[in-house]
């Protein structure tokens, strides 16, 4: 068999924080660190700066009260409502989706003994 070595692993230094003064929790004056395990916020933000913004304009706004519904039932009522397969402009293509809030959903009505062997 071939065996070939690999290449030794990159340093992860480039995504970690360097020891300069990262600010603190409460955006107060900044502190040193020196754990490794700190992430500079700086270098994370770069790299979501290039993905798209969501666009709130005309989208709705959905409010479903779950108290005493089913939860498969609900879920499948919300999932097509995120999907957009409700609207008569659906197209798989087309991102005309509307945003949905669940109220109520502690007293969501679960069949047999789900709530405890299933983990939610």
Not at 46 to 75: E, H, P, S, T, Y
Not at 80 to 101: F, I, S, W
């Amino acid at each position: 068999p071939l065996t070939r070595a690999l290449p030794p692993p990159r340093p992860l230094s480039r995504f970690l924080s360097s020891p300069e003064s990262l600010p603190d929790a409460t955006g107060g004056a900044a502190s040193s660190s020196s754990d490794p395990t700190v992430y500079n916020y700086t270098t994370v933000n770069k790299a979501l700066a290039g993905l798209r913004r969501i666009n709130l304009d005309g989208l709705r706004w959905r409010v479903f009260d779950a108290k005493g519904q089913v939860l498969g039932q609900l879920a499948s009522q919300i999932a097509v409502v995120l999907q957009g397969k409700d609207k008569p402009t659906y197209a798989p293509h087309v991102e005309n989706r509307d945003m949905c809030v669940v109220l109520n959903a502690k007293d969501i009505s679960v069949a047999g003994r789900k709530m405890t062997d299933k983990i939610y």
